[in-house]
């Protein structure tokens, strides 16, 4: 267990009948500041990021319209609602002084929709051993936490509703990374890098050292690189940038190869100051494309990032999870027997004497610490 520190962090999850996850066999997945999720495809680690991104929209009041993309509520149901009625999901937070468990439940309450049927908070405090109870004002369709005035409940409301997930596969020549996007956009780092280059424009202008530290990463990765051609268009802006050649020649993003475009979006999210820094960063197969070199890179950036947020990565990538403690590690399978995810955390202690000899991406293709397809 890492030192304890004054930041309320999430320290557990529990998630009962959540797509691939049995509400008979639940999962509970206990967080740090590094958390890497290994497994083969097809084995729920994807359910585990999606469980996050559908926390985010109970706490941004976009739950029915989470439900509604998603398809139907049989499609968040594990094996559909006549097997699964119910999901159940318990978040725990820490810091030294007191521990907080949010908990709800999600119910079929009529076909094709799911509403917030419960929900709870229950509080500790480590210095006098007492404990109590948050009433909250059930709504049913949204969460009530968004509004409601209690201290408790509006921190813990804050950590999730700023635990953010995060994709940048699509590199397309008309996906997300390549447009241009408006000058005025958010003062975050959109989940899916829409307006990257007017973050990046945010950063050069407010947080000089972080954007100057993403202009270094970037260097290291893509030789040519000097730096990002910031100028806005009337009201749009997009991700230009100049290279070593000392020539006046701008390039644009259609000239940045996929890898190159989304490890500078990773750079971005990974290295942006703490005052924008989300509370909890999660990112599915963030190594997609990315060249071994710029995958240390990336592991590099990802513990920069731990000092001031929680991330998770789910990842299937050997050259990744080299470069991490066995002990931030989780293994997630598709269990024969039940039909669904299983999630085991490692203890370093079992495996002192395998690590003696193999790394732990070799200890995973002997199948040792499991993950392995079946």
Known sequence: MEKCINRKKISELRIHGYKSISFDHPITLKLENINILLGANGSGKSNIIGFFKMLS???NSTFALFVEQSGTADSLLHYGSKI??????QVKFEDCHSSD?????????????LIISEESIHCYNKENKQSFDVDLEHEYKESALANSKNDVAKRIHTILMNSKVYQFH????????R?????????YLQSQGNNLPSFLLYLRNNYEDSYYRIVDYVRNVIPQFQDFYLEPNRQTISLRWIDRSATDYRFNAYQLSDGSIRFIALATLLLQPKETMPNVIILDEPELGLHPYAIGQLS???????????????TQSKDLV?????????????????????????NKKEYEL????????ELWDKNIIGGQPL
């Open 300 to 314: 590099e950036m990802i513990k920069d990032a731990s000092i001031h947020s929680q991330i998770i990565i789910a």
């Open 170 to 177: 699509d590199s397309s020549a008309e996906g997300p990374l």
């Open 101 to 113: 468990s949010y908990h709800f439940s999600l119910s079929n309450a009529a076909p094709d929709r």
């Open 179 to 187: 447009k241009a996007c408006p000058i005025e956009t958010a003062n």
């Open 57 to 59: 929209h109970m706490m």
């Open 322 to 346: 080299d470069y991490f403690d066995i002990e931030n590690i989780s293994i997630v399978e598709m269990d024969e027997i039940t039909q669904s995810t299983s999630l085991s955390h490692l």
């Open 354 to 361: 395998w690590l003696d000899h193999y790394t732990v991406s």
């Open 84 to 89: 699964t009625p119910l999901i159940i999901g």
